[in-house]
């Protein structure tokens, strides 16, 4: 079976990572994410990317690169996840319920969503 890609949106500035607390569904309010969703069948990971993170915080990113691997998201999707950058800008959050910008050593003091985890080290070193 093909899993769908769901694309994450690593939003680096000056050496912070943008982290984002999801209010829906009931099951993983409270945890943490990238912003992004689910890419459509007609759109590339890129394509996705920027409009998801235009819907759901009111600004448009560069993609600067993809990093290595994809995680499994239950059995029928995977996360995979770009570095981006963004002009001078105010997120206007319409989808998360609280937006902060983590430092390298900051990266494990939320409760990521699972499939975010193993990115973790690559954005580490990114930030440093
Ligand atoms: N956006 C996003 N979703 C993630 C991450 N990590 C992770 O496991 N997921 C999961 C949560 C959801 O099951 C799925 C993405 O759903 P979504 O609700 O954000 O996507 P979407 O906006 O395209 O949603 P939809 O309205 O089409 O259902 O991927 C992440 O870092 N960012």
Not at 46 to 66: C, F, I, M, N, P
Request: aromatic fraction near 6%.
């Amino acid at each position: 079976m093909v899993r769908r890609v769901v694309v994450g949106a690593a939003v680096l500035r000056e050496g912070r990572l943008l982290a984002c607390r999801r209010t829906t569904p009931v099951a993983v309010a409270g945890r943490w994410e990238l912003p992004g969703g689910k890419v459509e069948p007609d759109e590339t990971p890129d394509a996705a990317l920027v409009r998801e993170v235009a819907e759901e915080l009111g600004v448009d990113v560069v993609v600067t690169g993809w990093l290595d691997g994809a995680s499994p998201i239950a059995d029928t999707h995977e996360l995979r996840v770009a570095t981006c950058t963004v002009a001078g800008w105010t997120p206007y959050p319409t989808e998360h319920d609280r937006l902060r910008w983590l430092r390298a050593d900051e990266l494990d003091d939320v409760d990521w969503l699972e499939p975010d985890r193993p990115f973790l080290a690559q954005l580490t070193e990114r930030l440093r």
